[in-house]
T-cell receptor, first 115, second 113 residues
């Protein structure tokens, strides 16, 4: 099973709302990632978790707060977002991090619209 | 610093023909990996093929092959016998010891019947 699941598929939220995106994998992968993808652009890395610890934060604004409760789950908590945060949010996982050919498996993404 | 460049914003190919999508990269890290992903309009990123910097042979996966020219720092994707379902956005990506993928700008491939 090479599946990464993400919920919800679509989310519309106001600028004062608090919401969370959820990502789950059951492949035993120990590295998990959040990417943000604007329309017609490539994905941009936001966060990396390695063995459930945050290892990379790409200077993401604090209105995005990641959480890794266990090795299978990754959450992204959203608060006080701006309209420019509207994008496709992709979660990915890999066996481990590193440059050793561990391909990242992506979920279907959550399309977020901030009104 | 690492960089990935895809110079073809869009490509057209006739069904059953082969097509080459270009990718060049730049990194000072001696150990790195190059990946190709396909992104249909549904949004999911689908892993296609991987080439490691120390691999001697070009990678192949079914109809996909990677033309790896290390001295030129290029890693072009070749799709043989194109199918209508191959129409999608294709991203080349680089992974170094930094542990995450850096993506190129992508090439939109359209397969025509």
């Amino acid at each position: 099973d090479t599946e990464v699941t993400q919920t919800p598929k679509h989310l519309v939220m106001g600028m004062t709302n608090k919401k969370s995106l959820k990502c789950e994998q059951h492949m035993g992968h120990r590295a998990m990632y959040w990417y943000k993808q604007k329309a017609k652009k490539p994905p941009e890395l936001m966060f990396v978790y390695s063995y459930e610890k945050l290892s990379i934060n790409e200077s993401v604004p604090s209105r995005f707060s990641p959480e890794c409760p266990n090795s299978s789950l990754l959450n992204l908590h959203l608060h006080a977002l701006q309209p420019e945060d509207s994008a496709l949010y992709l979660c990915a996982s890999s066996q481990r991090d590193g440059a050793d050919g561990y391909e990242q498996y992506f979920g279907p993404g959550t399309r977020l619209t901030v009104t | 610093a690492q960089k990935i460049t895809q110079t073809q914003p869009g490509m057209f190919v006739q069904e059953k023909e082969a097509v080459t999508l270009d990718c060049t990269y730049d990194t000072s890290d001696p150990s790195y990996g190059l990946f190709w992903y396909k992104q249909p309009s549904s949004g999911e990123m689908i892993f296609l093929i991987y080439q490691g910097s120390y691999d001697q042979q070009n990678a192949t996966e079914g109809r996909y092959s990677l033309n790896f020219q290390k001295a030129r720092k290029s890693a072009n994707l070749v799709i043989s016998a194109s199918q209508l379902g191959d129409s999608a956005m294709y991203f080349c990506a680089l992974n170094t010891g930094r542990r995450a993928l850096t993506f190129g700008s992508g090439t939109r491939l359209q397969v025509q019947p």
